[in-house]
């Protein structure tokens, strides 16, 4: 079984915002600028991913052996049954990432603000492993008492 998902989601939202002041004042030996300018940007981004993985093996082996030995007149018969391997692991990843940015310049100072928020990633791993091994049905003692 193996299921996986992965879905995508971004929205972007951009706000641009020009303010531009000039005012220029010119008598001889003064001179008089303005310049204001503003700045706006606001940038979401929404991330979703999921992995899901299931793996699951049965394993199932029976072995008979059969021995004639050569100082007694009798039988050793070895059984060995029923070996079973069951692995199960999933992996779950969720995440979301944030930016927020917001400028603003003023008189040709830049004045920057980067915020960063909301960032996390939480990831999740389950792991389960069952090993069986079963060994049986030595009748070695058994046909030597019965041919006894």
Do not use: I
């Not at 072995?63 to 692991?89: E, M, Q």
């Not at 990633?121 to 003692?141: A, G, H, I, K």
Request: glycine fraction near 4%.
């Amino acid at each position: 079984t193996y299921v996986r998902t992965l879905r995508y989601v971004t929205l972007r939202y951009v706000t641009l915002r020009y303010v531009t002041l000039r005012t220029y004042v010119t008598l001889r030996s003064l001179r008089y600028v303005t310049y204001v300018r503003t700045y706006v940007r606001t940038y979401v981004r929404t991330y979703v991913r999921t992995y899901v993985r299931t793996y699951v093996r049965t394993y199932v082996r029976t072995y008979v052996r059969t021995v004639r030995t050569t100082y007694l007149p009798t039988y050793r018969t070895y059984v060995r049954t029923v070996r079973t391997y069951v692995r199960t692991y999933g992996t779950v990843r969720y995440g979301t990432v944030r930016y927020v940015r917001n400028g603003t310049y003023g008189n040709g100072n830049g004045n920057g603000t980067y915020v960063r928020t909301l960032r996390y990633v939480t990831y999740v791993r389950t792991y389960v492993r069952t090993y069986v091994r079963y060994v049986t049905l030595l009748t070695y003692l058994l046909t030597y008492l019965l041919t006894n």
